[in-house]
């Protein structure tokens, strides 16, 4: 039996072995075919088996993911319902639309969500009501939580009355706040306590006082030459009065505004009083010198000729812009903040012929440059405080009120409005107005404060908006037009803002009563003489006879200030390198 058996295990292997050698010299085509079923069963038998796992760890990847998730919910904090508080806020004179409701619309909603606060009440007073119904509210003591005043004098003598909450350690704990204000500006807003009641706002130092010039005009006059010197300023005014004889080619609110034109190319800061000249550093009388008297030329020349409205003395604000809109002016002195609304005047008057671009004022030789700079500023003009009975709760709340408008997300609200509604990033990556938003929506600086009101992004935009408001310009025009006005800002921004360090004068504090009568009494008499003198009413001979005698009869004035920014330069160690 055991024979039997080994006999045919090994005529079983001799099969194998013939077997083995015939594969190697290769099969027949149905030990093909067979091998070829085998291998695609097989193949699909693996197929089968890696969906079957596949789909297995597809399901066990989704329970895991569903238990990451209940796990997630189960340890993410709960977020806290938003803390209500009421506010005082100030607006700085926008055009809201008809109706409109602050605390409904949708920017201070987009800035609440962002703080996770919610106004139960927000009082916003109309521009000109705004101090009349805070001394009333103040006085009566129902104080809001959060107060927003553009009058810092006020703020800080109710903060050191106890009204306000002590902030100093919120500034210095803030990752928001404290990278933003100097030591120096925290010295400054401490008051007679040494706790800081009241936060300043951001300085922001974009906005000055310049030239802008109807080029349109100049074009229709003939002038292809220059505007840099001042003769060069004569030369094109005398031209458009050529073109046009009732033309009013420059003009102003008296000598109170707007006048600029007719002092800062001779280095004046004003036509009376004092002012701080770095170049000389120091406080002085407009009167020092013979600059004076150089800008008193020019002015009776202007005068002379009827280059200057002959009314220029009794105008108001409406007489100035109504002037300015129908009488071919060709020198519109204003602040690049306020040219704007000029702009839009001019596009609702259906100009649409009209080039206004800014440029830089003339500065005459010999005279010195400093006087028509503008220095940093040491804040902004707007500042902030918490009512002292603030609980916790509230008080934290106030603190994201303020980090939140001081955020890139909320400069982006203010300062554009929302990407696609009110604008729109275009191929160079610049901010493009889409309309009609854009226009509706210029009022949201007024919730920009803290940090975007007249930086030169904003008021760049704004004068974009404005530009391509106007419904008589073509597309390319609009586009042509606002690229030139921007870019001759950005090209003068740099003169106008000079490198200085802060001027002391920022840190005095008020004057006695006999120094500020004394002040009063020259800013009178010394606008009075001028005036006379650029109207022919009294000779330049007479006024220089006058001026010297004028300057020395207010040393008192000059001494005083000396005595004061000296003490504050050495405090605060203030210089200024040419």
Aim: aromatic fraction near 10%.
């Amino acid at each position: 039996m055991k024979r039997s058996l080994a006999i045919v295990l090994a005529l079983l292997m001799l099969l194998g072995l013939f077997a083995g050698c015939s594969s190697n010299k290769g099969s027949s085509d149905a030990a093909e075919t067979k091998t070829e079923t085998k291998t695609e069963e097989k193949k699909e038998e693996t197929k089968k088996e890696s969906v079957s796992s596949g789909a297995k760890k597809e399901d066990q990847a989704k329970k895991e993911e569903t238990k990451k998730e209940e796990k997630k919910e189960e340890a993410a904090p709960v977020v806290d319902a938003p803390t209500k508080i009421t506010a005082f806020m100030q607006e700085a004179g926008q055009t809201f639309p008809d109706p409109f409701s602050h605390i409904d619309d949708w920017l201070t909603k987009e800035i609440a969500a962002i703080a996770n606060i919610e106004f139960t009440e927000l009082i916003v007073p109309a521009y000109t009501d705004t101090e009349t119904k805070f001394n009333l509210m103040m006085a009566g003591g129902d104080i809001p939580d959060y107060i927003h005043r553009a009058h810092r004098p006020d703020m800080r003598r109710y903060g050191e009355e106890g009204a306000f909450a002590d902030i100093t350690d919120i500034i210095r704990s803030s990752d928001i706040l404290s990278p933003l204000y100097t030591d120096v500006q925290i010295s400054v807003m401490k008051d007679s306590s040494g706790a800081i009641h009241v936060l300043d706002t951001l300085p922001i130092n974009d906005d000055y006082s310049a030239l802008f010039v109807r080029e349109d005009l100049l074009e229709k006059a003939g002038y292809t030459g220059d505007l840099v010197t001042v003769d060069d300023y004569l030369a094109a005014m005398r031209a458009v009065k050529a073109w046009d004889p009732n033309a009013i080619v420059y003009t102003c609110r008296a000598l109170a505004y707007q006048q600029w034109f007719l002092t800062q190319p001779f280095n004046v800061a004003n036509t009376c009083g004092w002012a701080w000249y770095p170049e000389r550093d120091a406080y002085c009388n407009n009167w020092e010198g013979d600059n004076i008297v150089k800008s008193l030329e020019f002015a009776r020349t202007l005068y002379k000729e009827k280059l200057i409205d002959p009314e220029f003395m009794t105008n108001n604000g409406d007489d100035v812009n109504q002037k300015r809109l129908k009488e071919n002016c060709l020198i519109w002195a204003q602040n690049r903040g306020g040219i704007v609304a000029r702009m839009e005047m001019i596009a609702a008057d259906g100009q649409s012929d009209a080039r206004m671009i800014p440029h830089p004022m003339p500065i005459a030789e010999g005279v010195g440059i400093d006087a028509y700079r503008t220095s940093p500023n040491l804040y902004g003009g707007h500042c902030i405080a918490f009512n002292a009975k603030c609980d916790q709760e509230k008080f934290d709340a106030c603190v994201r009120l303020v980090e939140t408008l001081l955020s890139d997300e909320v400069y982006i609200l203010t300062c554009y409005g929302r990407e696609g509604v009110e604008f729109e990033w275009n191929s160079a990556g610049n901010p493009t107005p889409l309309f009609p938003a854009a226009k509706e929506a210029t009022y949201k600086s007024w919730l920009g404060y803290a940090y975007t009101y007249n930086t030169a992004e904003n008021m760049n935009f704004n004068s974009t908006i404005a530009i391509y408001a106007n419904a008589g310009l073509s597309d390319d025009e609009k586009a042509a037009y606002a690229d030139k006005f921007v870019t001759a800002f950005d090209k003068i921004q740099d003169e106008y803002l000079c490198s200085l360090d802060y001027s002391p004068t920022i840190f005095l504090e008020a004057a006695p009563d006999e120094i500020n009568n004394m002040v009063a009494e020259c800013n009178e008499y010394q606008m009075s003489m001028y005036a006379k003198c650029m109207l022919g009413e009294i000779s330049l001979e007479d006024f220089v006879a006058q001026k010297d005698e004028t300057v020395a009869k207010y040393q008192a004035v000059t001494d005083y200030y000396k005595e004061k920014i000296d003490e504050v330069k050495a405090k605060y160690d203030l210089t200024y390198s040419k």
